[in-house]
């Protein structure tokens, strides 16, 4: 990342904004189409000064344009509760691009997981406040440091797809301050981020986009952030509030119809009318018999920014300096990342070094839910397997929207064990019910601009049945059954698989001698089965090296470290946000009146045995905790001292998770928050002390009347265990006064 003086970096901004004309500075905060067709958003610059454009693009599995690495689902990485390896996919996902000839990486996206059905939920890190901001830090950090620009987001509460266009979210500011909005505060913090990208939804009612407590007094001047705000595409609705409230830059500029669509057939129709009719307005009835529901109303306008502030700027219904703000942040951001001078790192695009890193983060986040008798991990020797799955013959290489990446190769789950295995076993395949459909676009918006009609899709597969895989099953010595969902942005998902799976999984555990499930979801899901099978890992949306880090952890060749960042409940009411009010919410306001009890808190609160708890995984070795020592000198914060030793027979990894329980409050607490965590690897017997550091804030709750974070006096409980519902050891320290926590 390149690196200039102050002084000289101020003095270069300001003599640029001054040379520039009022026209030649609205141009500056709105997008516009890029000449290349390869950006997500486009921001021009100004020829006549020397100023380059800025290009977008998305997304958090990898970059779009071409084709390029795909990564693992946010998830998956959040699965390995590890910051050293998010730094580590950052720095490849800000290489990558570079290497695709864009500037700022329109991602990571840490919106914290409130509704398990939440279509997004593998863009995400996790439901835990605290687990999602280091991860935050390590990803944007990565980014950054490769020399792209990082963009958080989706700022804030957006955190359902159902009527995320104008659902608010009624929330207290105790709960953004305690659930929502502490992965963002980190990424300002800690990362400095270059960027943060305003929500679609409504935050007590006002948009995200026009929200100036938020974007304004909290974000620029109480944390101190020095990028720029951006619009998520085509969020914002109303030009001058949203310029007041703090918003810098409008995206994507332009309709949808000229979106990435220069070579549509309705798009050069419509282009071609006069100018005097109301050609977006042709366009959205053209279009309107396939967008389905839950569209961006949006979708046809050209940038409010651009219609409405000339005449607002001139009126002084918006400032002149207010938009010169806007664009000393941007170019603040430009020089910062060398953009000015062309002193941005190379890129590169696919490459080997990229793919490993993909392969490691899909086997470590892989989390092993159950393994009874030790079925796992399978022998490569053995006679034979039946790999069962409607699309085991197809790498799951990430969600709709975007996310959506196109790799140059994928391993499907059925070549991965295919190559792994020895050359005399006999690996069988039957797909068992029909195959499960990729949505590829955002949900509401699959529309084929070029045809004037829907794509069609179909498989012509020779009607797969339940009673094939039950053959498969019968004769092999274990069944391997891959399952999946099809999760997009722009729609909320079920909680039970789609299609036939459950009965499939149903009826091959009643026939196979041994099953193992392998579940290819964007997050919790609905399992009946759960109890009739030998062994469940959980492997999200590995990405476009899916078979080989999925044949890794099914053969031991890796230990599957991964634990739960997100609580699996049996049912849906287990879950907070289970009542209309609170999901999706009545006349498009969804309550969160559950406050600050959300994921796993929910559960500690209420006694609800989950199916599989926050921090859940299991390992192919075993550890032991001993020695636990907990110090700290009577005010909030602690160090955590515990010895952990591999007792078994083969090296694995294990993560050391401490928990906090509080005092008594004024007010209600949950029972317990993880307040840090630490992933080891260690060789069969080998011991290591593992010391944790607990920050003053886990001590604290926001008290919104004294404007502050507030340690009450009391008695702590320090919990270390191997997931929320796993303590293996606690103890008490005390807080001897009332503390604020700065």
Not at 117 to 137: C, K, M
Not at 384 to 392: D, E, M, T
Not at 609 to 636: I, M, W
Request: charged share 25%; net charge negative.
């Amino acid at each position: 990342m390149a690196t200039t003086d102050t002084d000289d970096t101020t003095d270069r901004i300001e003599a640029l904004i001054d040379r520039l004309t009022l026209e030649e500075k609205l141009d500056l905060v709105h997008g516009e189409d890029d000449p290349a067709e390869l950006a997500t958003g486009f921001l021009p610059g100004v020829e006549r000064l020397d100023i380059p454009s800025v290009s977008m693009v998305d997304g958090p599995l990898g970059v779009r344009p071409g084709t390029a690495t795909a990564f693992p689902a946010s998830i998956a990485l959040a699965a390995a509760w590890d910051d050293d390896l998010a730094h580590e996919q950052g720095e490849a996902l800000g290489r990558e691009t570079l290497g695709a000839d864009q500037d700022v990486l329109l991602a990571p996206g840490f919106n914290i997981v409130r509704v398990p059905q939440g279509g997004r939920t593998f863009e995400y890190y996790s439901e835990d406040p605290y687990l999602a901001s280091r991860l935050a830090v390590g990803t944007v950090e990565g980014v950054q440091d490769a020399g792209a620009i990082a963009t958080a987001k989706h700022f804030v509460a957006n955190n359902q797809e159902q009527d995320r266009h104008e659902v608010s979210a009624e929330v207290s500011e105790r709960a953004l301050r305690e659930i929502y909005l502490p992965a963002f505060e980190a990424a300002i913090k800690e990362a400095d981020v270059g960027s943060v990208m305003a929500a679609y939804n409504r935050i007590n009612g006002t948009y995200a986009t026009e929200h100036e407590w938020l974007l304004k007094d909290l974000l620029k001047d109480e944390w101190g952030f020095e990028g720029y705000v951006v619009s998520d595409w085509w969020a914002t609705s109303d030009g001058v509030a949203a310029a007041n409230a703090g918003l810098d830059v409008d995206m994507p500029g332009i309709p949808v119809t000229q979106w990435h669509a220069e070579e549509s057939l309705l798009h050069d129709v419509i282009d071609g009318l006069p100018d005097a009719l109301p050609k977006q307005s042709i366009a959205k009835l053209a279009t309107s018999p396939w967008l389905g529901e839950n569209v961006n109303p949006n979708l046809f306008d050209r940038s409010p920014f651009e219609v409405e502030l000339p005449e607002a700027v001139r009126r002084g219904q918006v400032a002149e300096s207010d938009i010169d703000e806007k664009i000393r942040r941007v170019f603040g951001q430009m020089d910062r990342f060398g953009l000015f001078d062309d002193e941005q790192p190379s890129g590169a695009l696919g490459t080997e070094e990229h793919r490993d890193v993909a392969t490691r983060v899909a086997e470590r986040g892989a989390v092993l839910l159950r393994n009874e008798g030790d079925v796992l991990p399978l022998s490569p020797e053995t006679d034979s397997i039946a790999v069962i799955g409607p699309n085991a013959d197809t790498a799951k290489v990430g969600g709709g929207g975007s996310s959506r990446v196109t790799p140059e190769r994928t391993v499907s789950p059925l070549e991965g064990i295919r190559e792994r295995v020895d050359g005399d076993t006999r690996v069988a395949f039957a797909r068992g019910t029909e195959p499960i459909d990729d949505t590829e676009g955002v949900a509401g918006m699959d529309f084929d601009l070029s045809e004037f009609a829907p794509g069609a899709s179909g498989s012509d597969d020779g009607a797969p049945g339940v009673g094939d895989a039950v053959v498969a099953a019968r004769q092999a010595d274990v069944a391997v059954i891959v399952v999946q969902d099809d999760a997009t942005e722009g729609a909320d998902r079920s909680l039970w698989l789609p299609g036939e799976q459950d009965r499939l999984v149903a009826a091959v555990a009643d026939a196979a001698e041994q099953t193992v499930v392998v579940c290819n979801t964007a997050g919790p899901i609905r399992m009946p089965w759960a109890g009739d099978v030998d062994a469940i890992v959980e492997t999200w949306y590995p990405g476009q090296e899916d078979g080989h880090a999925t044949a890794s952890v099914l053969f031991g060749d890796t230990d599957p470290s991964g634990r739960l960042p997100v609580t699996f409940g049996r049912r849906l009411d287990d879950y907070p946000a289970s009542s209309e009010e609170r999901y999706p919410g009545v006349g498009l306001e969804a309550e969160y009146d559950e406050g600050v009890f959300v994921g796993y808190r929910h559960f500690d609160a209420e006694g609800i045995e989950p199916q599989f708890a926050f921090g859940h995984g299991l390992s192919y070795t075993d550890f032991t905790y001993a020695d636990v020592t907990v110090e700290n000198d009577g005010q909030p914060g602690a160090t955590v001292e515990v010895d952990v030793e591999n007792v078994g027979d083969r090296p694995g990894r294990d993560v050391v998770q401490v928990y906090l329980g509080p005092a008594d409050a004024p007010l209600d607490r949950p029972p317990k928050a993880l307040a840090g965590f630490e992933t080891v690897e260690l060789d069969a017997g080998e011991t290591t002390t593992v010391s944790l550091d607990v920050d003053a804030r886990a001590f604290a709750y926001y008290d919104v009347e004294e404007g502050a974070w507030v340690a009450t006096d009391g008695d702590y409980t320090v919990l270390v265990g191997r997931s929320a519902r796993d303590i293996v050891a606690e103890q008490t320290v005390a807080v001897e006064e009332t503390t604020v926590v700065e």
